[in-house]
C-alpha cells in the first residue's frame, strides 16, 4: 500500500501511529514489513519515551537489562552489550536511539507532533487525525502507543505558582540543563518507584532533602552490578529460547529464579532464611520466595513483616524507621519499588522525613511548603507523585469512534477493551498495552512486543482476507471486563490504593486496570483468538473501499 499526497485534507496513510517510545518504534518496523505506509507522531522533542522524559537523577531499570530490551532481531540482542545488570536511563536511551538507527525509524517519526484529536469517520472507515499545531493525517490503522506511564501528575496544591524557586517532576526532567542541587534545600513528595530512586540519587548533593511521604511504600535492594561477561553469555547463548519462554511460559515476562512452595507450608526459620537469601540475591527474586505472596494473606504477610524488619534494621532512628515501614497495604498490591540504598539515606543528618498522614500540606508558599504544623523552607521543589497511568494519554486525546461517540465518555465507569487491544465501537484503533492487557504488571518490553506482533499480523490477516475494518463484539468485550475484574479479585492487588486502581487520580474511576493473569496465559489465549479466526471480533470491508474497488 501506499500514500496518497492530498494536501489539503492531510497526509493520507495506511497507519499513524501515536508515540516513539518502545512501544511506537517498535509498531513502526512492523508495520513496514507489514507492507503499511506509516508515520509515528510523537509530542515529545525527541524519541525513547519515558526513558527520553524520566532523566531525573537515579533513573534506572528494575527488570534485568538482558531481559528488558527488543527480541525481535536476533542480530541486535547479540550485538548489543550492556554494561550494568540494571541498566540506568542513559543507557536505556542511547540503547532506544541505536535501534532507532539500526533500523532506520526516524524518517517516518515526526517529533514535537502532539495528537489533539482522532476522529473515525463512518463515510470513509477512516481515521482522521489532528495534532496540537492544526496538522492533519488521514489512515485507516490507528495505532495507540502513547504509554501507560507518559502523563505526568502534579497535583493540585493551593499556592503551587507562587513558589518561587525551581520545581520539576521526575517524568518531566528538565533536558537543556542539569539541575543544580548542589547547597540547595530540597523537596521530594513523594515515596514510590521514582520518588525512591531520586531520593537516593540526590541526598549527597542537597544541603538538606526532606522527603514528604503519603504512603510509606515497600522496597527492596536492587544489588546492581556491572555486567558479569559469563552472565551475559549465558543469556546470548539461549536468547532465542529464553526470549520465547518468558513470553509463553512465565507470568511477569522474565526469567527468574522462581519457587513451587507456599510461605505457610514451610517452616518459620525455612522461610526467614529464604527471605534472607532473596534479599541478599537482590529485588527480582524476593517476591519469588514463594509461590503464593501475590494471593494469599498470610504468605504475603510473613513477606511484608520480613521487609518491615529490615527497614527498623537499617534505619537508625526507631521513629523515622516506624514511619517507613509501610502498614496499609500488602506488599507488591502497589508497584514494589526497586533501590539502592534508599532507608540508608535517612540516616543522614541532612535528610528529613515528613509523614503527611500527621502533618498533611496544606499550600506551597513563595519560599516552601506550609503543612498543617509548619513550614519548610525550600530552594527546589520535586514532584515524585506519578502519573495518570494506562488511561491517562489516551484520555487526553479527544478520540471518537462511530457516531462521534467520545472514548472518554465511554469510559467514565472505568476502561474496557477486548484483550485490551480493541474498544467496541472504535474500529480500526488498536492499544498497545491497554487496559485490560498484562501492561505494567510484567516486564513491558514483552507486553509490548506480544501486542505489536499480533496486531501486525492481525492486519496483516484481514488484508489476505478481504477485510479493511475490525471492532471488538461489545459481548466479547463485557465477557474480557468481568474475566480481568474476576482475575483481579483473586489477586491481593485490588486490597490497595494503587495507580492499577485509578486510585491516585480524584475522580477516577476506582477499577483494576491491568490483566493479572500472567503474559504467558494472555498470549495463548491472543494466539487461540487469532487461530480462530479471530473470535470475538467484528471483521468487514468497509462500504466505500468495496465502492472504490467496483470503480
Ligand atoms: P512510553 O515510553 O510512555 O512512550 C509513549 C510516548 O507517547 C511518549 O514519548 C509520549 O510523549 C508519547 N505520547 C503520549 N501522548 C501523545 C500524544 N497525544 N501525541 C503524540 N505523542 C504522545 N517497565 C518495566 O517493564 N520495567 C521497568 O523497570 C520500568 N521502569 C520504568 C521507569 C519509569 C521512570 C517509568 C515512568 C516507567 C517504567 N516502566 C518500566 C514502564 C514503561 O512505561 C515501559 O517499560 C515502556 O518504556 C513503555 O513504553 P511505551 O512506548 O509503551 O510508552
Ligand atoms: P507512583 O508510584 O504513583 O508514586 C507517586 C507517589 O506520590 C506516591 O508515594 C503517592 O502517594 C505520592 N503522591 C501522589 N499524590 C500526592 C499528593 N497529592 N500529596 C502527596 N503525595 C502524593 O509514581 P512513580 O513513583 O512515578 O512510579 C510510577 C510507576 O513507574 C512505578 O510504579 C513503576 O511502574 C514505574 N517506575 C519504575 C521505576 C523503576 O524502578 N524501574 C522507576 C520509576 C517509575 P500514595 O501512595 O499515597 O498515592
Redesign the pocket.
Given at each position: 500500500m501506499g500514500s496518497i499526497g492530498c494536501e489539503s485534507e492531510g497526509r493520507v496513510l495506511d497507519a499513524v501511529i501515536?508515540?516513539?517510545?518502545?512501544?511506537?518504534?517498535y509498531m513502526l518496523h512492523k508495520a513496514r514489513q507489514t507492507g503499511l505506509d506509516a508515520l509515528a507522531?510523537?509530542?515529545?522533542p525527541d524519541?525513547?519515551?519515558?526513558?527520553?522524559?524520566?532523566g531525573y537523577p537515579g533513573?534506572r531499570?528494575?527488570?534485568e537489562s538482558m531481559q528488558?530490551s527488543y527480541s525481535f532481531d536476533e542480530k541486535l540482542q547479540q550485538e548489543w552489550s550492556w554494561s550494568e545488570k540494571f541498566a540506568s536511563?542513559d543507557e536505556i536511551l542511547r540503547y532506544v536511539n541505536h535501534v532507532a538507527d539500526r533500523f532506520d525509524l526516524r524518517r517516518d517519526v515526526r517529533l514535537d507532533?502532539?495528537?489533539?484529536s482522532a476522529h473515525f469517520d463512518d463515510a470513509t472507515g477512516r481515521w482522521q487525525v489532528t495534532?496540537q499545531a492544526g496538522e492533519r493525517f488521514e489512515c485507516r490503522y490507528l495505532l495507540m502507543?502513547?504509554?501507560?506511564?507518559?502523563?505526568a501528575r502534579i497535583p493540585e496544591i493551593a499556592g503551587l505558582e507562587s513558589f518561587a524557586g525551581e520545581i520539576h517532576h521526575?517524568?518531566n526532567w528538565p533536558r537543556d540543563r542539569k539541575v543544580d542541587l548542589a547547597g540547595k534545600r530540597v523537596a521530594v513528595i513523594g515515596t514510590g518507584?521514582?520518588g525512591i530512586q531520586v531520593v537516593a540519587a540526590i541526598a549527597s548533593e542537597a544541603a538538606q532533602l526532606t522527603v514528604f511521604q503519603r504512603t510509606a511504600n515497600f522496597s527492596v535492594p536492587a544489588r546492581n552490578q556491572p555486567m558479569a561477561p559469563d552472565y551475559e553469555r549465558s543469556w546470548k547463548d539461549n536468547y532465542a529460547a529464553l526470549r520465547y519462554e518468558a513470553r509463553h511460559n512465565t507470568t511477569a515476562g522474565t526469567i527468574y529464579e522462581l519457587s513451587d512452595r507456599s510461605a505457610i507450608e514451610v517452616s518459620a526459620d525455612e522461610r526467614a532464611a529464604e527471605f534472607e537469601r532473596r534479599w541478599e540475591k537482590g529485588s527480582p527474586n524476593f517476591m519469588r520466595a514463594f509461590n503464593d505472596l501475590g494471593v494469599n494473606e498470610q504468605s504475603n504477610a510473613y513477606a511484608a513483616d520480613f521487609v518491615r524488619d529490615k527497614i527498623r534494621t537499617i534505619v537508625s532512628k526507631p521513629e523515622v524507621a516506624e514511619k517507613l515501614a509501610p502498614k496499609n497495604h500488602p506488599i507488591g498490591s502497589k508497584r514494589i519499588c526497586v533501590d539502592t540504598g534508599y532507608f540508608e539515606t535517612y540516616n543522614r543528618d541532612n535528610v528529613r522525613l515528613v509523614d503527611l498522614k500527621e502533618e498533611p500540606i496544606e499550600a506551597v508558599t513563595p519560599t516552601g511548603i506550609c503543612t498543617a504544623r509548619q513550614e519548610y523552607l525550600f530552594d527546589t521543589i520535586i514532584f515524585a507523585t506519578g502519573?495518570d497511568a494506562i488511561t491517562g494519554?489516551l484520555g487526553?486525546?479527544d478520540i471518537r469512534g462511530c457516531g462521534g461517540k467520545s472514548l472518554k465518555e465511554e469510559w467514565k465507569e472505568g476502561p474496557a477493551a477486548y484483550l485490551g487491544l480493541v474498544v467496541s465501537g472504535f474500529p480500526n484503533m488498536f492499544l498497545?498495552?491497554g487496559p485490560g492487557s498484562p501492561s505494567?504488571l510484567?516486564?513491558?518490553?514483552v507486553a509490548?512486543e506480544q501486542h505489536v506482533e499480533w496486531i501486525a499480523d492481525c492486519i496483516a490477516w484481514m488484508r489476505e482476507h478481504g477485510y479493511d475494518r475490525i471492532d471488538a463484539d461489545p459481548q466479547a468485550q463485557l465477557q474480557w471486563a468481568d474475566h480481568v475484574d474476576e482475575v483481579a479479585h483473586k489477586t491481593l492487588f485490588v486490597r490497595a490504593n494503587s495507580w492499577y486502581m485509578g486510585a491516585n487520580i480524584p475522580g477516577k474511576p476506582k477499577r483494576f486496570m491491568p490483566y493479572a493473569a500472567g503474559i504467558g496465559p494472555y498470549t495463548q489465549k491472543c494466539l487461540d483468538i487469532a487461530r480462530q479466526g479471530y473470535d470475538g471480533f467484528i471483521m468487514s470491508k468497509h462500504a466505500s473501499s468495496i465502492s472504490a474497488d467496483v470503480a
Open positions: 501515536v508515540g516513539a517510545g518502545f512501544a511506537g518504534l507522531l510523537e509530542a515529545g524519541i525513547g519515551g519515558v526513558w527520553f522524559w524520566n533513573a531499570c528494575d527488570v528488558y536511563r507532533t502532539r495528537v489533539a495534532t502507543a502513547s504509554g501507560c506511564l507518559s502523563t521526575t517524568g518507584s521514582s502519573y494519554a487526553a486525546i498497545i498495552t505494567v510484567v516486564n513491558v518490553i509490548i
